[in-house]
T-cell receptor, first 111, second 113 residues
Framework: AAGVIQSPRHLIKEKRETATLKCYPI?????VYWYQQGPGQDPQFLIS???????DKGSIPDRFSAQQFSDYHSELNMSSLELGDSALYFC??????????FGEGSRLTVL | SQQGEEDPQALSIQEGENATMNCSYK?????LQWYRQNSGRGLVHLIL?????REKHSGRLRVTLDTSKKSSSLLITASRAADTASYFC?????????????FGGGTRVLVKP
């Protein structure tokens, strides 16, 4: 069965650079979530989209923005990167059953 | 503050033993879910228990929910080395928009062969 696809799986950036993460949800899933997980931390909710509209916002810095496109894929844009942005970024999708399906994550390292 | 907090933070057991971990939360919920995460990998859904349910089973997993105490427990019976992972509880709060999940701190489980 198709799963949530995230790209890139790994990326390394310098401070103050920008990065874009992509997420392709499971087909027919209408809701996408973004989570950030620092080393040894629990996943922190960043933002979510339902039917291409932002549905909820969590602890997402103003330097970050995200959107969901007409094909339901989503992108998380991160600018002015800081060392503290180094983390695993997960995308998850759901069809409304309550269960979230997570991708394998994108590991961002900021040097 | 975190919606869900887990106890213990780490657990080391022998293969064949049972592993029990607990989760507490603060607000009213629609449901509580347990996820498993292998190191550096994505989270995998294990089981969902709704606020009107008290106990649920799935294979070797047993989950309980006590909404009066705002707590849940996950029991893994007859553990295997492959159960080594971090386990997170996550809550879907009733007042949260978009059914987002708020995760607790996780319990790291090591099952020794």
């Amino acid at each position: 069965a198709a799963g949530v696809i995230q790209s890139p799986r790994h990326l390394i950036k310098e401070k103050r650079e920008t990065a874009t993460l992509k997420c392709y949800p499971i087909p027919r899933h209408d809701t996408v979530y973004w989570y950030q997980q620092g080393p040894g931390q629990d996943p922190q909710f960043l933002i979510s989209f339902y039917e291409k509209m932002q549905s909820d916002k969590g602890s997402i810095p103003d330097r970050f923005s995200a959107q969901q496109f007409s094909d339901y894929h989503s992108e998380l844009n991160m600018s002015s990167l800081e060392l503290g942005d180094s983390a695993l970024y997960f995308c998850a999708s759901t069809s409304g059953t309550g269960e979230l399906f997570f991708g394998e994550g994108s590991r961002l390292t900021v040097l | 503050s975190q919606q869900g907090e887990e106890d213990p933070q780490a657990l080391s057991i022998q293969e064949g033993e049972n592993a029990t971990m607990n989760c507490s939360y603060k607000t009213s919920i629609n449901n509580l879910q347990w996820y498993r995460q292998n190191s550096g990998r994505g989270l995998v859904h294990l089981i969902l228990i709704r606020s009107n349910e008290r106990e649920k089973h799935s294979g070797r997993l047993r989950v309980t929910l006590d909404t009066s105490k705002k707590s849940s427990s996950l029991l893994i019976t007859a553990s295997r080395a492959a159960d080594t992972a971090s386990y997170f509880c996550a809550t879907d709060a009733t007042k949260a928009a978009g059914n987002k999940l708020t995760f607790g701190g996780g319990t790291r489980v090591l099952v020794k062969p």
